[in-house]
């Protein structure tokens, strides 16, 4: 149908390109790249994909926590990045499938962006993450259709 709205998307950004690895409960930032108005087009939402490992199969319904820190939120200064003793803005979850240790890719779709922001992740697996990583994103909106 003519004029419905359909979703727009800007090109896929890397946030982290080869991640630290994370024990049970560690927070690791995705520090690659921040987005901005530059690379996600003033899109308030984007799907991410978080691809990675673990040490050992990971039991049922465990997840990797996706955080974002917003920057410049007043002139240069930053709000808190999300620690184990400040765990703000909560605004994924990627759900690790039971018996997963091999590389998998893994969906979160429809996060919330801000102005500038920058993400970090909490492995809460009870196994290793290991290290090489990667978080992409790929911002989004409603468009009219054509």
Partial sequence: ????TEWTYASQVTLEDSGASAASDAFVA???????????????????????????????NKCVYLYRQDLNID????????AAAYEERLVGIFVIPSGTS?????????VPLTKECQF?????T????????????TPKTYAPGS
């Fill in 1 to 4: 149908m003519a004029n419905e």
């Fill in 75 to 82: 002139g240069s200064n930053d709000a808190p990045a999300p």
């Fill in 30 to 60: 995705a520090d690659d790249a921040a987005l901005s108005s530059t690379n996600h087009s003033n899109y308030p939402i984007a799907d991410f994909v978080l691809v990675c490992d673990f040490g050992a199969a990971v039991a049922a």
């Fill in 102 to 110: 091999a590389t998998g890719y893994y969906p979160c779709e429809d």
């Fill in 120 to 124: 970090s992740i909490k492995n809460g």
């Fill in 126 to 137: 009870d196994q290793n993450l290991s290290a090489g990583w990667d978080l992409k994103c």
